[in-house]
């Protein structure tokens, strides 16, 4: 059984955890905007799902490298 499905699943989940962010940060208003919106987005909240998923993506990706060098071990081993 290979890690690889696993890591590259939760690198896609950290992607879209960004991309949901960047969403709610680009409708952050202009400073001064008077005819801003009433929905306030927390920014330090989307700087810590930013970093978050950064980590998250980071950690899977480690995954995925270790993944790779064990079935190449194995199929040393068996080769």
Not at 2 to 18: C, D, H, W
Not at 45 to 55: F, Q, R
């Amino acid at each position: 059984m290979s890690l690889l499905p696993t890591a590259t699943e939760g690198m896609r989940k950290a992607e879209e955890r960004v991309q949901r962010a960047a969403e709610r940060l680009a409708r952050l208003p202009l400073s001064g905007d008077a005819s801003a919106p009433e929905d306030v987005v927390d920014l330090s909240a989307e700087v810590v799902a930013l970093l978050e998923a950064k980590n998250a993506h980071a950690i899977n990706a480690k995954v995925a490298e270790t993944a790779t060098q064990l079935d190449q071990r194995l199929l040393d081993i068996l080769g």
